[in-house]
């Protein structure tokens, strides 16, 4: 049995319990997969490292399938120190919130509260009128119109 298999597969079973719990599902990496290619390209073309983070994931679900379901698969060299390393600093990533989901989140709660902001200094900027400042307006209005077609500017055809 190859022991970097092995250390990988109980790493990838971490990774997947605790993706599991933070969607309440089984196969939490695979959520978690499913969950960033759902994301449309334009929400996270701002976050660092997302392609890359997803290729990887799906490389790592693919290895961990092969183990899973592979005759003597634990006999094989196929996992690195790479591929562990990977997964812990992942796993790290997303108790710290710096993993690509956190970090969509993070981005569009700071642009709902810009756009909540921009939106409130619009409506600081444009005037309110009362009611009856708009009835003083139509009032002075029609008043310009009646001296108008008294001073012989406007001819009305009745």
Not at 27 to 54: C, E
Not at 120 to 146: N, T
């Amino acid at each position: 049995m190859n022991h970097l298999n092995f250390l990988f597969f109980e790493e990838y079973k971490r990774l997947d319990k605790l993706c599991g719990d933070i969607y309440g599902e089984r196969f939490g990496v695979t959520h978690y997969i499913d969950h960033m290619k759902s994301v449309p390209i334009g929400d996270y073309r701002n976050i660092r490292n997302w392609k890359a983070d997803l290729d990887q994931l799906k490389h790592l679900r693919h290895l961990r399938n092969h183990l899973a379901h592979t005759e003597n698969a634990f006999d094989e060299d196929i996992c690195e120190q790479e591929d562990i390393d990977w997964i812990k600093n992942f796993h790290h990533r997303i108790l710290d919130r710096s993993d690509p989901i956190a970090l969509l989140y993070q981005l569009s709660k700071k642009e709902q509260k810009e756009n909540g902001q921009k939106k409130a200094q619009i409506a600081k900027e444009v005037p309110k009128y009362s009611s009856s400042a708009l009835f003083v307006w139509a009032g002075i209005i029609v008043m310009v119109i009646v001296i108008m077609i008294a001073a012989g500017l406007i001819k009305l055809f009745l």
